[in-house]
């Protein structure tokens, strides 16, 4: 079955740099690529997402690369805020899955 | 729009306790349903999933089982909770067509096993 990697498992920058999480994933037939945030005690919030027909996708601050012949995409945060700091997961789903397969997730700190 | 509720937001169980946790949708018909657990910690498991009324999945064997009375109701129990049953219990609710699709988070449920 789909196995999702998720790297690192903890991230932490400054105020207005950068942040990178990456994820792998093993069944190329996946074909739909979400990235949740998570706040402590809530559930977690789709922040973006990619299908495999897109290379690259972008909502203000936050950007998803997807490399399908690699089997891997990447979430990006430019101008990270102290808002920022959550734990972040990917998933992985396809039409022959029945649910989506998550990543172990990243916990993200911003310091100010 | 949609909604998702979970009650209750938190739970205190003895060990050898039953268990009955529930998950309603607002604002959508036929949802695929789903329970996941988050262990302090830890990532996400998927538990049962549903794509109709009495349509339950297992992913993981375990003490725990599922129910889907009505097309939006989707109920997590147990006879007899253990202690390795503790954790965050989060319902989810995704369209059924378009798989793949955006799986839409409730707000969780804290369960703590003594």
């Known amino acids: 079955g789909e196995n999702v990697e998720q790297h690192p498992s903890t991230l932490s920058v400054q105020e207005g740099d950068s942040a990178v999480i990456k994820c792998t994933y093993s069944?190329?037939?996946?074909?739909?690529f979400p990235w949740y945030k998570q706040e402590l005690g809530k559930g977690p919030q789709l922040i973006i997402d990619?299908?495999?027909?897109?290379g690259e996708k972008k909502d203000q601050r936050i950007a998803v690369t997807l490399n399908k012949t690699a089997k891997h995409f990447s979430l990006h945060i430019t101008e990270t805020q102290p808002e920022d700091s959550a734990v972040y997961f990917c998933?992985?789903?396809?039409?022959?899955?029945?649910?989506?397969?998550f990543g172990k997730g990243t916990t993200l700190s911003v310091s100010s | 729009s949609q909604t998702i509720h979970q009650w209750p937001a938190t739970l205190v169980q003895p060990v050898g306790s039953p268990l009955s946790l529930e998950c309603t949708v607002e604002?959508?018909?036929?949802?695929?349903l789903y329970w996941y657990r988050q262990a302090a910690g830890r990532g996400l498991q998927l538990l049962f999933y549903s794509v109709g009324i009495g349509q339950i999945s297992s992913e993981v064997p375990q003490n725990l089982s599922a129910s889907r009375p009505q097309d939006r109701q989707f109920i997590l129990s147990s006879k007899k909770l253990l202690l390795s049953d503790s954790g965050f219990y989060l319902c989810?609710?995704?369209?059924?067509?378009?798989?793949?699709?955006?799986?839409?988070f409730g707000p969780g449920t804290r369960l703590t096993v003594l």
């Open positions: 604002g959508t018909s036929n949802p695929n």
């Open positions: 989810a609710w995704s369209r059924l067509a378009g798989w793949p699709d955006t799986q839409y």
């Open positions: 990619i299908r495999s027909n897109v």
């Open positions: 069944d190329s037939a996946s074909n739909y």
């Open positions: 998933a992985a789903g396809n039409q022959a899955g029945t649910a989506l397969i």
